[in-house]
């Protein structure tokens, strides 16, 4: 029987282990398993169809500092259900309103995720509501005034569990 | 799918004075299935069946309205502000991707503050 000590037997486990270790931690170095790679690149293509309304809605405008505010959690754990409030700054007289808001879920399957119309008679453009988000990303609001001008607010949400997988 | 549960819910102040921004809040019970959901046992795509569309009239006036996708939440609740004028009925209305419209009505006193 070979010198079988209790040192040379411990060292020989955790040399198993860490190559094991190393090995697996450079396979997914190469290759990211099919169902997180089949995940990303449906958010990047989510992603296009809501710079494509982005920019269908803002039409080439200036967008206006400090128009529209919003408030929406840093981290929200459950996608399904995410708070957001927002208020646009203005006097609601006049054309001086949003006729809409846009609300926009940057990587969801279909970013647009409401519009909000208003009229002088609101009195204020605040509302709060409940959404659903894909997965960690910009919330993007955008307050479309009734005189043409147009502003814009982002809002980083980290998505823990996204709705809708 | 459960038969869609119609349950709606609006909050509105009972009295106001001429001027105040008051607060409305409404809570429509509905599953907002998103049309991309797949069944958990067949695996296939449970069909979309969305509140599309919600409107608020003040006095018979369409004052606040709103278009929906399938990014709103389960159970849509929305918050908003109307500047009270006038004691009237605040009239809230949804209308689901099947066309059902259903309706909330609360009446609010404006009343001026009286002294002392």
Redesign the interface.
Known sequence: MPNLTRRRVLLGAGVVVLTGTAARAQERELIAPPEVQSHEKELVENRAKAESILAGIIAGRPLRDGLISGTTPDIAEDG???PVTFKVACS?SGDDYPHSVH?I?MV????????????P?????????????RATSDLVLVADMADGTVGLSKHFVDVTMG??S | MAEPDRRRRLRVPKTAVPGE?IQIKCLAEHVME?G??KHPETGALVPRFLIKRMECR?NG??????????????N????????A?ESATIEVTWIEDDGTVTTAAREIEVVEPSDG
């Open positions: 399904s259900a995410v609601m609300v879920g969801n399957p279909f970013p647009e995720i409401a519009r909000f119309h208003f009229t008679a609101c009195g204020e453009a605040e509302v709060s509501f409940r959404c659903r988000m709705a809708c | 921004i998103s991309r959901r003040y006036t369409l004052v606040f309205f709103a278009d929906w996708f399938n990014g709103m939440s389960t849509p609740y929305v918050a908003f502000k109307l500047r004028a």
